[in-house]
């Protein structure tokens, strides 16, 4: 269990008057004197707070963990109203608070984590006879006649550890013919010394609990590790995409408290985190990159930046899938952008779109949609079919899977296909009006991926009353993310000063 940082602010002290979970680190303060410069993940106001708490506060708690009693005046106005707009904060009951002291704590821990099995993982029973095929890091296909009754059909190797009293979610990517019907079946293996190890516990999850995450909770008192299994009857085409485990905050959000996810017909899932910062121009969505444990990336560094920010990121595929997809999945993940947008109020001139390599792409592609005030990159990735194209050759470790993504998207990887994925992106960017945006970018001059990029995106631009400026580093894509990053976010903060810190609001006046 981790701990957890909480911080009380009133004239008594719970701690003294109920049940407090053990994993909270807990520090009262009456009256405010002292206090370490550090995160608290919750913070419980039992009074109104001044304006030095107010500027602590905004700098050290996270949105969605404050917490206050009904008999805190909320003034309009006034430093404790402002905070709980700001912070996303909750109005608790008595027993609200009783429950979330005892029960709740745990499920604000400090970090996240994600991951997924690959489906090299995947074993297929001994006892299927049908057809096998495996596509790439897309999914385990297998097609046949699964048995009257609910059988194992495929197992994932490497199991999961899990801590003593931690929830952890699942989440099933799969499609299927209605002629088959699946479950997923946990169990947990404990060890002890002398003994042979022994399955302790089993959870089964039907078909219909699947179509949301569920998770289980370690009770045993003991630290013990997953094994996964599908089981299937019928007969016909299942197809295994993956299985994703992930630390729950049981209801809490999704990798942070109040991370949230959209979920496509096809079981595709976007994630988005959203924080109101200052509510003040201009909205900065991060993409988040290439990663194989899944969360958000870039936290940190846009909160600090103190005005309203929209994390993206997603999982598919080994690292994720460039924010492309179906219709479907690419309306949807507009669509998040459009929401917080109008949530604020803002105009497509009040936001920055941003990411760092395979986020580069998703603020390109949804910039041609959104047509904002900045797209600011970081090694940038435009040409996804000659990526995919060049990958044997000029990727040869295998660092990448855009071959996969090649085949997901055209479910064929031949000259035909690497010429649509390109023209998919650069079609859309010559048929979009630029005026009036600005892009940035830093770019690696060795880049082995889309080495390119920056040149295409000025060819693409020329007459195109955009304004484009970059800053180019010497080696290949992963050669110098330091200095990438150094000037992305000195980028940030000179286009934010510049445009908005000064005025209040963008200087120009587009509407769109």
Known sequence: METVRVLQLGTEDFSRLLEISKCADWYYEPDFSSLPERDFEVVILDREINSDEFDYLIRFM???????????????????QQLFVRKMGKRISSEELRILLKEELPDYFPNSYGEKYSPENISVAQGFKGRVSWKGLESADLEGDYGSGLNQIVFWRNNIPIAKDQSIDFWLEYEKDDTVEISLELSMLQ?????????????????????????????????????????????????????????????????????????????????YYFDPGNLKPPLNVYFSGYKTQEGFEGYYMMRKMGHPFLLIAEARLEGGSLYMGSEEYENTLEGILREHMEKLGFQNSDVILSGIS?????????????RPNTILVGKPLASIGDMADNERLKSPDGSHSWLDVLHKEYGRLDKEA???????????????????TR?????MIEDELDGNAYENLQFHLKDA??????????????????GIVKWFVSQYREIIENDFDRTGKKTGKRKR
């Open 465 to 482: 009353g955009a304004k484009i400026y970059g800053k180019g580093l010497h080696g290949r894509h992963n050669d110098n993310t330091p």
């Open 62 to 80: 996270k949105a969605y963990c404050l917490f206050i009693t009904e008999k805190v005046l909320l003034k309009k106005g006034g430093r404790t």
């Open 358 to 370: 395979m986020g580069t792409f998703g603020a390109l592609y949804y910039g041609c949609r959104i």
């Open 439 to 443: 892009f940035a970018a830093a770019y």
């Open 191 to 271: 060890f002890a010394i002398g003994t042979d190890p022994q399955f302790t516990n089993v959870w089964n999850f039907s078909e219909k609990e699947l179509n949301d995450i569920v998770y289980i909770t370690n009770r045993s008192g003991k630290t013990g590790y997953l094994f996964a299994s599908l089981k299937a009857k019928g007969e016909g085409y299942l197809s295994v995409i993956a299985l994703h485990d992930r630390y729950s905050r049981r209801g809490k959000g999704i990798f942070l408290p109040g991370g949230k996810r959209s979920v496509t017909s096809k079981r595709e899932e976007i994630f």
């Open 418 to 436: 690497v010429r649509q994925m390109n023209n998919r992106f650069w079609d859309m960017f010559d048929r979009t009006d630029w005026s009036g």
